[in-house]
């Protein structure tokens, strides 16, 4: 079975400051792994995702995240916060099931980021 | 490009009451299906379709009906709606259902509903 743990619900920071957002998971298989963000009202938008290419991943808005099998870790970061940035982000995990009914995605519980001007 | 497009964003019921969430997409994605988002617990998966006329349950399903019958729609029925129904509802899609897991998945806006 395969879990996705996010370490922090809430994290503030100051807008120019680092981001960091932690995410561990556990999969049976090697998996692939996303990060959604969800702003106020809207639907949820991929931020970046590993599928076993390059463990660090680039993803929209200058986010990136490693990948880092030892550590069944793939944590967000941002090197300098944007008030844009304000927003939840959910940790996904995939467990790329060969089933006809297809991939099962496994949610985390969000972190919500507020940016202090 | 509309993308997903759900109705209504938001909704009050009394208990006992039916409705239908409705959710349409225009990018011809076989695949569609609907989560339940509650504070605390990320998004849950209720029902999903590979398909045209084929529908499944995913892991929170009961009180909740689907059905598939073009490419475009996917509407999710509450029969008798419940105060532990109140939730915010995504419909997403995807190309198929391994896309949804490697390359990307798509989501409406959601319906936020309140069963009173």
């Known amino acids: 079975a395969q879990s996705v743990t996010q370490l922090d619900s809430h994290v503030s920071v100051s807008e120019g400051t680092p981001v960091l957002l932690r995410c561990n998971y556990s999969?049976?298989?090697?998996?692939?792994l996303f990060w959604y963000v969800q702003h106020p009202n809207k639907g949820l938008q991929l931020l970046l995702k590993y599928t076993s290419a390059a463990t660090l991943v680039k993803g929209i808005n200058g986010f990136e995240a490693e990948f880092k099998k030892s550590e069944t870790s793939f944590h967000l970061t941002k090197p300098s916060a944007h008030m844009s940035d304000a927003a939840e982000y959910f940790c996904?995990?995939?467990?790329?099931?060969?089933?006809?009914?297809?991939?099962?995605?496994?949610f985390g519980t969000g972190t919500r980021l507020a940016v202090r001007p | 490009n509309a993308g997903v497009t759900q109705t209504p964003k938001f909704q009050v019921l009394k208990t006992g009451q039916s409705m239908t969430l409705q959710c349409a997409q225009d990018m011809n994605h076989e695949y569609m299906s609907w989560y339940r988002q509650d504070p605390g617990m990320g998004l849950r998966l209720i029902h999903y379709?590979?398909?045209?006329?084929?529908?499944d349950q995913g892991e929170v399903p009961n009180g909740y009906n689907v059905s598939r019958s073009t490419t475009e729609d996917f509407p999710l029925r509450l029969l008798s709606a419940a105060p532990s129904q109140t939730s915010v509802y995504f419909c997403?899609?995807?190309?198929?259902?391994?896309?949804?897991?490697?390359?990307?998945?798509?989501f409406g806006q959601g319906t936020r509903l309140t069963v009173v």
């Open positions: 379709s590979v398909g045209a006329g084929i529908t």
């Open positions: 999969s049976s298989y090697s998996p692939s």
């Open positions: 996904v995990v995939s467990d790329l099931s060969k089933k006809s009914s297809g991939d099962k995605l496994t």
């Open positions: 997403a899609s995807s190309y198929g259902p391994w896309d949804f897991g490697r390359r990307e998945a798509f």
